[in-house]
């Protein structure tokens, strides 16, 4: 469940809120100028992002991969949009290394990031939010590739940039080797990525 923390009549602007420090580590959103605590990961998603760590390791410097603590700003679309998000994964440009040694946020003055990764939690919003929310956001923020994995549909879609918004590269089930226009030499079935135990 999430909780606002900031009371309607102060609406927080994004610069305000990067100033915010309420001394815990705590993961805020900011939507429509409040902040919104966020839940922590679930284990499952966790699992799948870590595994998928484990997989580019060799492909691209360790540094450039951030799970679930690379903060992304992102167009405010419509009410009710969240004016920053925290993918599963990140994988970041180079010059991001020197860009975020204060903070570990991209605001809408840097570079986006190559790639991001959500991974699909159980329940309707959730999955709204990513197959559709998210998706414009990213696209809007010019992220080349947005793949959305689906652990409960068993599936890991791959979406690439094409003009202001993004277009299938595939759905990847099963035995399919990923797809990735980023990591051409990326060698991972879907199936190895949504069960990495097995």
Known sequence: MTQALSKPELKLTFDDY?????GTDNRYELVDGELIA??????????IATALLVQLMPLVA???????????QV????????????PDLVLL???HLGLTQHRLTITLDMPPPDLVVEIVSPGKENRKRDYVEKRKQYAARGIAEYWIVDPIDAVV????????????VGRFRGADLI????LPQL???AERMLQPDR
Request: aromatic residues 6%.
């Open 179 to 182: 797809i990735s226009p980023t």
């Open 157 to 168: 879609i791959v979406l690439m940039l094409d003009g202001h918004q993004y277009a299938e």
């Open 75 to 86: 167009p405010v679309l419509k009410l009710g949009d969240a004016a920053n998000r925290y």
């Open 18 to 22: 990067l100033a915010y420090d309420d």
């Open 187 to 189: 060698k991972l079935t």
């Open 38 to 47: 966020l839940p922590p990961e679930s284990g499952i998603n966790d699992f």
């Open 62 to 72: 360790l540094k450039r991969i951030k799970l679930h603590t690379c903060e992304l």
């Open 93 to 95: 440009k180079s010059e």
